[in-house]
């Protein structure tokens, strides 16, 4: 799976919105995006994924950049809840008949400033 | 739909003890995959089931081992723990494009 770059850590504060980037430089054409969050002591949890247009869903939106080279999370309003590591992943479509893995970074822990 | 579930939550084992690990995924997923999560690797893709039969696996030792039943609850086992096999132990059961995953059983090897 192509490698992804994230920052290590983000701060927002409160009912502002936070754009979390992800670079994927070597995104192949048939690389999907992933986007997951994982909060404290609990297992990763599914936020959006995306191919390439623009994906909104009632957690959040993915914005991804015309040449597909990167890609943003957008938390439109934070809230103490969101407070999370969040990991941006790439899983190639044709990868193994229906069977991938997900291959996790380091991922972006941000923390939210009540 | 109930989540997925995963027993025990929490375990002590000492070092060359074996141990079973267990997950019931989301009424209807017949995909069950597990990982491991460590401080200095983070979490690492471990194998993959789906119908009963393993169709991926990850780059782990032959001490980590899984199985699938026919109603796709999944079992994993590690024989003859040792200390790094401390860990946070997650499955996910997938549907399409969306893995879900349960809260993981810490398993702590002393």
């Known amino acids: 799976d192509a490698k992804t770059t994230q920052p290590n850590s983000m701060e927002s504060n409160e009912e502002e919105p936070v754009h979390l980037p992800c670079n994927h430089s070597?995104?192949?054409?048939?690389?999907?995006i992933h986007w997951y969050r994982q909060l404290p002591s609990q297992g990763p949890e599914y936020v959006i994924h995306g191919l390439t247009s623009n994906v909104n869903n009632r957690m959040a939106s993915l914005a991804i950049a015309e040449d597909r080279k990167s890609s943003t999370l957008i938390l439109h309003r934070a809230t103490l809840r969101d407070a999370a590591v969040y990991y941006c992943?790439?899983?190639?479509?044709?990868?193994?008949?229906?069977?991938?893995?997900?291959?996790f970074g380091k991922g972006t822990k941000l923390s939210v400033i009540p | 739909k109930a989540g997925v579930t995963q027993t025990p939550r929490y375990l002590i084992k000492t070092r060359g003890q074996q141990v079973t690990l267990s997950c019931s995924p989301i009424s209807g997923h017949r995909s069950v995959s597990w990982y491991q999560q460590t401080p200095g690797q983070g979490l690492q893709f471990l194998f993959e089931?789906?119908?009963?039969?393993?169709?991926n696996k990850g780059n782990f030792p032959g001490r980590f081992s899984g199985r699938q039943f026919s109603n796709s609850r999944s079992e994993m086992n590690v024989s003859t723990l040792e200390l790094g096999d401390s860990a946070l132990y997650l499955c996910?059961?997938?549907?399409?494009?969306?893995?879900?995953f349960g809260p993981g059983t810490r398993l702590l090897v002393l």
């Open positions: 089931y789906f119908s009963e039969t393993q169709r």
């Open positions: 070597t995104i192949s054409g048939t690389d999907y």
């Open positions: 992943i790439l899983r190639d479509l044709y990868s193994g008949a229906g069977s991938y893995q997900l291959t």
């Open positions: 996910a059961s997938k549907a399409q494009e969306t893995q879900y």
